[in-house]
């Protein structure tokens, strides 16, 4: 069965029978594309106030010693690892659910004071502080026309 993930190709001729209405309907659609995009994935928000930009991800299940943070060439890559088994005993069922893997999202923010950047991890949410450099005035040169 996985190797019938529909990727929208439109590669089914619609000649407007029902059987073809019926194949076009199930291989263009975009059922899986959720399940794909939040299993390597993590939510994000970025706050921008006068001083600093406050960025805040969402990373549920995931243990503090199994994220990486990294800023460099003016973007910070937020990485983590899951690992995560679930046992379930019941009657004559037995359940066992696993779910492992590494996801990273990159964020492109200029002008941050690298040695001040700080982070925070509680119940489930990062809150990365990226403090601005301070503004510089732009200095114009003003050239008198003769």
Do not use: C, W
Request: proline share 3%; charged share 35%; aromatic share 12%.
């Amino acid at each position: 069965m996985f190797g019938l993930i529909p990727f929208n190709t439109n590669s089914i001729d619609n000649k407007g029978d029902g059987f073809g209405n019926l194949l076009s309907d199930f291989f263009d659609d975009n059922f899986f594309t959720p399940f794909y995009k939040e299993a390597n994935a993590f939510k994000a928000d970025i706050k921008e106030t006068e001083n600093e930009y406050l960025v805040e991800a969402e990373l549920p299940g995931v243990k503090k010693e199994d994220i990486s943070l990294e800023y460099k060439d003016n973007n910070l890559t937020i990485s983590a690892k899951r690992d995560e088994t679930i046992d379930e005993e019941k009657d004559n069922y037995v359940r066992k659910e696993r779910h492992h893997g590494t996801f990273s999202r990159t964020f492109y923010v200029e002008d941050i004071k690298e040695d001040s950047i700080s982070a925070k991890f509680d119940n489930g949410e990062l809150i990365v502080t990226l403090p601005k450099l301070p503004k510089t005035e732009e200095k114009v040169n003003k050239i008198d026309i003769q």
